[in-house]
Protein backbone atom coordinates (compact mmCIF):
# COMPACT_ATOMS: atom_id res chain seq x y z
CA UNK A 1 0.00 0.00 0.00
CA UNK A 2 1.80 3.02 -1.01
CA UNK A 3 1.60 5.93 1.65
CA UNK A 4 -0.01 9.74 0.90
CA UNK A 5 0.68 13.25 2.01
CA UNK A 6 -2.47 14.96 3.65
CA UNK A 7 -3.42 18.45 4.17
CA UNK A 8 -0.73 18.56 6.41
CA UNK A 9 1.96 19.10 4.46
CA UNK A 10 3.42 22.53 4.23
CA UNK A 11 5.58 22.41 0.90
CA UNK A 12 8.47 22.48 2.24
CA UNK A 13 10.04 19.41 0.43
CA UNK A 14 11.84 17.16 3.12
CA UNK A 15 10.22 14.15 1.61
CA UNK A 16 10.83 14.64 -1.60
CA UNK A 17 14.86 14.82 -1.22
CA UNK A 18 14.48 11.64 0.74
CA UNK A 19 12.19 9.31 -1.12
CA UNK A 20 14.98 6.70 -2.64
CA UNK A 21 12.74 6.03 -6.00
CA UNK A 22 11.88 9.68 -6.56
CA UNK A 23 8.31 9.26 -6.53
CA UNK A 24 7.51 12.74 -4.76
CA UNK A 25 6.56 15.11 -6.88
CA UNK A 26 5.90 19.24 -5.86
CA UNK A 27 2.69 21.02 -5.92
CA UNK A 28 1.06 23.40 -3.31
CA UNK A 29 0.95 20.37 -1.10
CA UNK A 30 3.42 17.26 -2.47
CA UNK A 31 1.49 14.12 -4.14
CA UNK A 32 3.51 10.44 -3.86
CA UNK A 33 2.84 8.27 -7.16
CA UNK A 34 1.23 5.36 -6.01
CA UNK A 35 2.98 3.26 -8.77
CA UNK A 36 6.42 4.23 -7.73
CA UNK A 37 6.04 3.93 -3.77
CA UNK A 38 7.91 1.09 -1.85
CA UNK A 39 5.95 1.84 0.80
CA UNK A 40 9.43 2.07 2.63
CA UNK A 41 7.83 4.83 4.81
CA UNK A 42 11.56 6.73 4.86
CA UNK A 43 9.39 9.68 3.78
CA UNK A 44 6.87 9.85 6.71
CA UNK A 45 9.79 9.25 9.38
CA UNK A 46 11.39 12.56 7.71
CA UNK A 47 7.75 14.66 7.27
CA UNK A 48 8.09 17.36 10.11
CA UNK A 49 4.63 17.76 10.31
CA UNK A 50 3.66 14.32 10.36
CA UNK A 51 1.33 14.62 6.95
CA UNK A 52 2.50 11.68 5.24
CA UNK A 53 0.44 8.62 6.58
CA UNK A 54 0.41 4.86 4.92
CA UNK A 55 -2.66 4.74 2.73
FE1 LIG B 1 9.19 7.15 -1.53
FE2 LIG B 1 9.33 5.33 0.44
FE3 LIG B 1 7.79 7.52 0.75
FE4 LIG B 1 7.07 5.61 -0.99
S1 LIG B 1 7.21 5.39 1.28
S2 LIG B 1 7.05 7.83 -1.39
S3 LIG B 1 9.08 4.92 -1.75
S4 LIG B 1 10.06 7.48 0.57
Keep these: MAYVITEDCVACGTCAG ?5 AISEG ?3 KIDPDK ?3 C ?3 ADACPTGA ?3 G
Design 18 to 22: ECPVE
Design 28 to 30: DIY
Design 37 to 39: CLS
Design 41 to 43: GTC
Design 52 to 54: IIE
